[in-house]
């Protein structure tokens, strides 16, 4: 029922839904690009709603007591906590603890944000695709395209471990994505 009214709340905006979700992909890292402008957030809810799409995003384990917790646990948050689990270990990478929730939860797909900022970047944080090579999980590319009023998900990119082809691939499908303010945004220029 909450799928029929996403889809149809985005058709009466004026967007259409690409679909390239497959049907027995349970774990991935997910990312949301462009990510120029508060209505993204809107429109890629509502387009991984209408998919069936059932997103998470980490967030600091502090946020899910109360009484921010049940709201974030609603929205989708899992807590993330850093603390060594023993005296005199080192704090673990945040790459690791977000790699490590694969095996603890068989259903995940896991949201980021990769420019980290609706501010022009052209350097993305990179960490998503050591997440999804640790977890052994493909990488979702999630998108809002403006001019084409289009949104959804458009490719599934299986990490060959060669990180320069990749990016390369994942920034050569987002190059050609219009966001709400183009010149807010870039792809990241190490890999073009």
């Known amino acids: 029922m909450f799928e029929k009214l996403a889809e149809r709340s985005l058709n009466a905006l004026g967007w259409e839904i690409d679909n390239h979700w497959p049907l027995d992909l349970e774990q991935c890292v ?3 690009a462009p990510h120029t402008s508060n209505w993204d957030a809107l429109y890629a809810r509502l387009a991984l709603k209408a998919l069936g799409v059932n ?3 980490t967030i600091k384990d502090s946020y899910m007591k109360l009484p921010f917790g049940p709201f974030v646990r609603a929205m989708g948050g899992i807590g993330i906590n850093r603390a ?3 005296a ?3 704090r673990p990478s945040m ?3 977000m790699s490590d929730l694969f095996k603890t939860h068989p259903k995940l797909v896991m949201l980021v944000t990769p420019e980290g900022t609706r501010s022009r970047q052209e350097h993305w944080k990179t960490g998503f695709y050591h997440i999804a090579v640790n977890a052994g999980v493909p990488i ?3 998108y809002m395209d403006y001019a084409k009023q289009k949104t959804g998900v458009g490719k599934i990119i299986y990490p060959s471990g060669d990180m ?3 990016m390369r691939e994942i920034m050569q499908f987002y190059a050609q994505i219009s966001p709400k303010f183009p010149q807010d945004f870039s792809v990241d220029q190490r890999y073009l």
Request: zero cysteines; proline letters at 5%.
């Open 30 to 32: 997910m990312i949301a």
């Open 95 to 97: 790459v690791q603890v």
């Open 164 to 166: 320069q082809q990749d």
């Open 140 to 142: 979702a590319l999630a």
């Open 84 to 86: 060594p689990k023993r």
């Open 55 to 57: 997103v998470r995003i």
């Open 88 to 90: 005199g270990e080192q």
